[in-house]
């Protein structure tokens, strides 16, 4: 079983910036990667930033050079610093892990979701 509890959601104001984190906890034996997905209302999720275990990244076009991915091995957790925020970045943020566990299972697993909502 594992468990991701995501924080740091809320609201601000364009130009502004958040930092949210997504702890995993649970039977895990390693994490192969770890990602930040958001879907606004009417749209499909969509993949923001991916770290995988070896520290590379990849962004989305529409968040480079805004927002910054990344991690802490050994508390299990990833971090997404959004910089520079606009109206466009309103969407609930989905945490997003894959891993192994230490019964031999390799699968993905999501968090609950937080609402960044940047608005004046």
């Known amino acids: 079983q594992v468990q991701l509890v995501e924080s740091g959601g809320g609201l601000v104001q364009p130009g502004g910036s958040l930092r949210l984190s997504c702890v995993a906890s649970?039977?895990?034996?390693?994490?192969?990667?770890m990602s930040w997905y958001r879907q606004a209302p009417g749209k499909q999720r969509e993949l923001v930033a991916t770290?995988?275990?070896?520290?590379?990244?990849n962004y989305a076009d529409s968040v480079k050079g805004r927002i910054t991915i990344s991690r802490d091995h050994a508390k299990n957790t990833v971090y997404l610093q959004m910089n520079s925020l606009k109206p466009e970045d309103t969407a609930v943020y989905y945490c997003?892990?894959?891993?192994?566990?230490?019964?031999?299972?390799?699968?993905?697993?999501w968090g609950q979701g937080t609402q960044v909502t940047v608005s004046s």
């Open positions: 770290i995988i275990s070896g520290g590379s990244t």
């Open positions: 997003y892990i894959y891993a192994e566990m230490r019964a031999g299972t390799v699968s993905g697993y």
């Open positions: 649970g039977s895990i034996l390693s994490i192969y990667r």
